[in-house]
């Protein structure tokens, strides 16, 4: 499945997604092309040296569709088109070929359970009124109560407040995100054939996969009943049994999706579904579905041994049972970032430094936030910068996801940092950003930098990542360890004692080992 070429191996046949790293890039946040403070396409492809040395395989992009930017781009007014904030289609199709130049593939986010208020579609269906087949492309629903005042069910939003909006005609149109993004009718053929020309206008572009927004939440439950409340804890939530997401019709837009990509050689698809089961969960990757799906009980888990082990094992069984690999995943533009989730300062540096050397060691496949890298911490940013439609709906109790989301730092002493020619950046980058530059850990051989790049060619060096041996072994309290193929061997200690090291000779290690210990909060790789 490897094979070596010029330069870095390269993932090749139908299958390369089953190991592959992909790199996920928050396209406003990953770098600046024409000085404006956003980042957007030229942005990226200028900086496509860093992720090649760095030795991904893949990128994906998060949306950088037309859109009024309610929710960061996943409210999409067009899907087939680039916003002017991030270019043109002119330069998506150059970033695509410098890609595919450097052997990374390329895969983009669609965004299938809803569209951007601004959409033509639903403009038609504001103008069209109730009972016509603009409306029947949403889901729109006379209210309850004598006049029709209150919303069709209880259903809170993700973001906070009701999920229903009502209109000017009286009828109320569901939208499990921001009253922006209206939830679009999936019992409707024009919804599904609208996005079979979406996925088909991508792949006929050259990209080499997707990752389905939302994948979980497009069918809804006949009669949209009211869902109990009884355990619900707010904005960015979803319940264990929530009527929302994972109703069994999803299946059959996945598999819809499917078949149209099977049309198309050596392309993939990844899901976001937050479903808390791991059994559950493997249904979104039966063969006929999608081809993998985020693992989120890792993103879950507390910086914990025995979290950590049940997280990895739950999935590695679920998994095998669909014949599909694990997704492993630390960090995204959702959550707060895993140095700060597992402590923050030096020990937050430490422990996701270790957690790194476990996910890119586990089999399966792995997903890099922009940033994981260089070890970025969220950022505590003014209530006056915020912009992430969580803080507002939640009557500002809850400060949303801005904190993941700061640009990235790439050279210099001061914001920002390389990141943008403009002080202005769209979210302000902290003073204190200097010692996280990729310039500065380029010259750090202790960086973290320089521990992901040399994590990702040992992954590729390694015959034993490839394949999906694995194997537990016995670990001290506090500690867990693998064994990969039989020469491979992975420890973490996530106690607060050093412990004896394993037998064998130290790879790569996540911070210094001195002697025949293995320190608190370190990873590392043994070959025995
Ligand atoms: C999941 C995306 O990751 C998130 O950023 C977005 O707000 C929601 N889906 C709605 O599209």
């Given at each position: 499945m490897f094979v070596s070429g010029e330069g870095a191996p390269y993932l090749s046949g139908a299958d390369w997604w089953r190991s592959a790293v992909f790199y996920q890039i928050y396209p406003k946040s990953f770098a600046d092309g024409n000085g404006d403070g956003v980042g957007d396409l030229i942005g990226i492809r200028e900086r496509l040296d860093h992720l090649q040395q760095l030795g991904v395989d893949a990128i994906w992009l998060s949306p950088f569709y037309k859109s009024p930017m309610a929710d960061g781009g996943y409210?999409?007014?067009?899907?087939t088109d680039v916003d002017p904030m991030f270019g043109t289609l002119d330069d998506f199709d150059a970033l695509l070929a410098a890609a595919h130049e450097r052997d990374i593939k390329v895969t983009v986010d669609i965004v299938p359970n809803h569209f951007s208020d601004q959409h033509p579609w639903f403009q038609q269906a504001l103008a069209a009124g109730p009972g016509s087949p603009e409306r029947a492309r949403f889901i729109f629903r006379d209210g309850k109560g004598p006049d029709g005042s209150q919303p069709p069910n209880n259903w809170p939003a993700i973001f906070g407040g009701p999920a229903w909006n009502r209109v000017p005609d009286g009828q109320w149109y569901l939208h499990l995100f921001a009253p922006e993004q209206p939830d679009l009718n999936w019992d409707n053929p024009e919804v599904s054939a609208e996005f079979e020309r979406i996925l088909r206008f991508w792949m006929d572009r050259g990209v080499d996969g997707f990752r389905v927004d939302v994948a979980h939440s497009m069918a809804k439950p006949p009669g949209l009943p009211d869902m109990d409340l009884t355990d619900y804890t707010g904005p960015l939530t979803q319940l264990e049994d929530d009527l929302r997401f994972d109703q069994d019709g999803v299946h059959e837009c996945l598999r819809l999706f499917r078949r149209v990509m099977d049309?198309?050689?050596h392309r993939m698809a990844v899901g976001e579904a937050w479903v808390p089961d791991d059994v559950r969960l493997a249904r979104y990757v039966r063969p006929d579905e999608l081809h993998l799906t985020f693992n989120f009980r890792l993103i879950e888990a507390p910086w914990s041994a025995k979290d950590f082990t049940e997280a990895i094992d739950g999935s590695l069984k679920a998994m095998a049972e669909v014949g599909a690999p694990c997704t492993w995943v630390l960090s995204n533009h959702d959550v707060v970032r895993h140095t700060t989730r597992y402590g923050g300062g030096a020990l937050g540096q430490a422990r996701g430094r270790a957690a790194a050397l476990i996910s890119l060691s586990l089999p399966g496949a792995t997903y890099l936030y922009n940033g994981d890298e260089l070890g970025l911490e969220n950022v505590e940013l003014p209530d006056e910068v915020l912009q992430d439609p969580t803080w507002k709906r939640s009557g500002y109790t809850d400060r949303g996801r801005d904190g993941e989301r700061v640009p990235l730092p790439w050279a210099g002493d001061e914001p920002p940092f390389g990141f943008s020619?403009?002080?202005?950046?769209w979210l302000p980058m902290p003073a204190e950003w200097g010692p996280f530059t990729v310039e500065a850990q380029l010259q750090d051989p202790q960086s973290t930098l320089w521990l992901y790049r040399r994590a990702l060619q040992a992954r590729r060096e390694l015959s034993e990542l490839h394949g999906s041996s694995f194997a537990w072994l016995q670990a001290p309290e506090g500690c867990l360890a693998y064994r990969r193929g039989p020469n491979l061997v992975v420890a973490l200690n996530a106690g607060e004692a050093p412990v004896e090291l394993p037998p064998g000779e130290i790879l790569l290690s996540s911070s210094l080992i001195e002697g025949d210990k293995l320190p608190a909060n370190t990873a590392v790789w043994l070959r025995v």
């Open positions: 409210d999409v007014a067009d899907p049309d198309y050689p020619t403009s002080s202005a950046t």
